[in-house]
C-alpha cells in the first residue's frame, strides 16, 4: 500500500521515510516530558491500561473513544477518582476513533478493541501520526500485515504490539539467560495459548464470567465479539502470548525469522458441549457447528534452523498454562513444573533441577529495578512493563521493542494456521515482512534497565 | 508381496488365510503348556528378554542367534546358572538365523538385532511359521511396512511388536481411565522420546556407557549400528515408544487410523558437539556431518479428528521424558509433572492435581495381578508384561495385542517423516496397513487381568 504523498505529509507530524530504515535510532534529541495519550476502546482491557496509566506521572490522558456509553462513563469516573480532568469522549459511531486521532495535542494512541479493528485502526492511528500501541493480536489476515508494515514504512510512524506475557517475570529472566548463553545455541521451542476460555467466549450478556451461554449481540464483554471468531475460523486465532517470548529469544526479524509452518487441528466438541451442558440441550446455540477446532497445533520452521510448536487450546476444561519450553544445546528450561536442567550446572546428570534458583539469579534488569512498581499493576505485573516500554519509546519517538515487523511476523500465524488447516495440513510459507532486511536488523537491547 | 505358494505352503505349519481376517479367534481350541522359543540377537535387549523367559515355567529356550560368539557365550552362561539345557547355537554368518528359522521344534522366535535386520527376519519368521516378536521400531521403509502386513496375511502367522512402553504402570492405568471415559471424549496427545543418547551412541567400543566417542565398526553394542542412523537419516528414527501407548488408547487400526502427519527437524548440532567436548576437535568423528536434526517434530491427524504430537529428542542434554498427554473433553493427563485435570472431579477448577491418586484407583487389572512378578523384570516391571503377552498369544496362537497392523502403521512414521521434512514439511499421507478393514476391526479388550 503507497500513500498517497500529500496526506502522507499532511498526517506525518514527526518522521521522514528516512526513520524507518534506522528504527531503533532516536528521532530528534529531545525526550518529551509529557505523553498525551488516546485510548481507543474502554472494555475490560483498556481499563487495564488507563489504570496503569494513571499510576504514571507522565502521561495524560486526552481522549477516551468507546462506542459504548457506559464504558465511556466508568473511564470518565475513574478518571474523577484519580483527580483527573474528563477527557474528549469519541465513539458516537464506529468510525468517530479518526477524529479522536486528529486531535493535534495527542501523542500516543492505545488501541485495545475487537481484534477486527486492531489493523484498520492501527493504519489511521500510523497515518495520523500517532505513536500507537495495538493490543494482541495485531491481525487477522496477511493483508493487514502488510499494511501495518507499509504504513510504518510510509509513514515513519512507530507501532508497538502490546504483548504483556514479553515481560512476565519468569519469561524476561529466561530471556536473561538465553543471551547469557545459558542454554547454548538455541534449538526448539514449545509455547501457546491454553487457557478454558469457556466462561469468557459465553456469558449471560450482563456478568462477565460464569453465566449463561450467549455471545454475540447477546453478550457482554469479549462474549459479544471474540466468540464469532471460533464459530467461523480454524486456525491458531491468538498465537502471541506464546509466540512473543519465544520470538523475542529468537531474534525474529533480527538476524532470523519465520520461513514456514504446518497446522494441525483436532476437531471442534467444547463449545458444543458447553452449551449443551450450561444451557440445555434445546438451546438455540446447541445448533450451531463451531470451526475451530479445540486443539491447533502449529510447528514453525525457523530460519537459523530452529522448530517451535505453539499450541491454541481454549475450548476444554484444562488449567490455565501457556507452556514454554527453551531448549538449546547446553539444556532446557520448561514453565509447567518450573523445572530446568542446563549440563554442567545440575547437580545430578540427567535429572531435572527446580528452575527457582536460575529464575532469581538471572532476574532481569527491569523487574529488580521496577518489581514495586510493577505490584498490582495486573497480570502479575507484566502490564506495568508493557505499558512502561510503550510509554518511554513514545517519549523518544523510537522504535519500541516489539514493532511493527514483529506485530505483523506474530500475527501471521493466524492466517497461515487457517490456510494450512485448510489444506490438510500442507506448509504455509511466511512473507517475510522485512523485505530482506532481516539479515542485518540487529537485536533488540532486551537487557538493560531503564525500559 | 505375494508368495510363491509353494513357499507359502511349506513354511506355514499353522495357518490358513482366513486367520488373517479373524485376527482375534483363537486358532485350535488347545493352549501349548510349553513355548519354545528361539532368540535372535543377543545383544544387551536380546539378554534382557532371555532372562526374564528364564523366570518363566513354560518357556523352554530351544536355539539362541548372534554372529558375535561372545555373546552366544554369555547367552550360554546365563542358561547354565539357570540349570537349563544348552541351546543350538546359530550365527556363523548373517543369514545363518534362517538355519534357526526351520527348526521344526521351535514355537516362536524373538528378534532383538539392529533396526534394519527386524523387517527381514520377522518376514522370514512368519514365512517359517514362527510366532513372531520383533524388537522396536519393526520396518525403516513404507515397503518393510507392507512387507509385514503382507506376509502376515499370507501366512497367517502372527507378528507381534514388542513395545514394552504400552506396559508402563501410569500408561496402563491411563489406559484403563480412557477405557472408562474419564477424559471422555478424546481429543489431543503429546508423546515422543526424549532421551539423551549421546553416551549410548557412541563409547570407545569396550564399554556400552560414558567412554570415546567412537560408534560403527570401533564401537560396542548400540553404537555399532544404531548411531548410523543418526548420520544418513533424518526423521523421527525411533517413534514407537510414545506412540504405541497413544496408538492403543485411540484405537489406531481399530476404528480410527492414522491418516497424515507433517514433521519438522531442528539442525543438527548435539551429536557434532558431543564429539567435540569428549574426543576434541581433531577427533576424526569431529569432521562428520550429522544428517539426524537434534529435535524432530511430527503432528499426526488421526480418521477420528484427534492429533498427535511425536517428539524425537536424543541428541541434547536433557533428563528422559516420553512426554506423554492425554487430553480429551472431560480432562487431561500429563506424564511430565504427574498432573491431571477431571472437570468436576478436580478440587478446585483450574488447578492442577496430583495424578497419584488417580493412578492408583484406576491401576490396571495386569499390574495388580502381576506386580509382583514384575519385580526387577527390567525397565520397572514393563517388560514382564510385554513378554508375558507374547508368551501367552503364541501359546494360544492368536493375534497378539500389538499386531502387525500396530507395527506397521506405527514404525511407518519413521519413512514418513524423512519425506515430510525433505519436502520441507509437506503434508504425508498414510498407507492404510487394514486395506480397509479399520473401520470395522474391534478395539483390542485391553483391560483384563489374563495378559
Redesign the interface.
Known sequence: MVLDRREFIRNSTLAGLGVAFFPNQSFGSSIKQKLSIGFIGMGLRGMDHLMNALERTDIQVKAICDIDKERLKLAQDLLKEEGKSPALEFGKDEYDYRNLLELNKIDAVIIATPWVWHTPMSVDSMKAGKYTGVEVSAAMTTQECWDLVNTHEATGTHLMILENVNYRRDVMAVLNMVRQDVFG?L??FRCGYQH?LREVKFNDGVHAYGHGVEFGEKGFSEARWRTLHSLKKNGDIYPTHGLGPVATYANINRGNRFV???S????A??LH?HIVEKGGKDHPNAKLKWKLG??V?T???TA????I?VTH?TN?????SLGFRV??????W?A??KRI???GEAAKA???EDADKCLEKYDHPLWKKFSEDAEGAGHGGMDFFVLNAFVESAKRQIAPPMDVYDAAAWSSITPLSETSIA?????QHFPDFTRGRWIKRRPYDWIKDTF
Do not use: F
Open positions: 545455541e534449538m526448539h478454558d514456514s509452518l504446518t494441525h487441528a483436532t476437531k466438541r467444547g458441549n479445540d486443539i497445533t510447528t514453525i520452521d537459523n534452523g530452529e522448530t510448536i487450546d476444554l476444561p484444562r488449567p490455565y531448549q538449546g544445546t547446553k539444556g532446557i520448561e509447567d513444573g536442567y542446563i549440563e540427567h535429572r531435572w489444506e490438510g495440513g500442507q506448509v
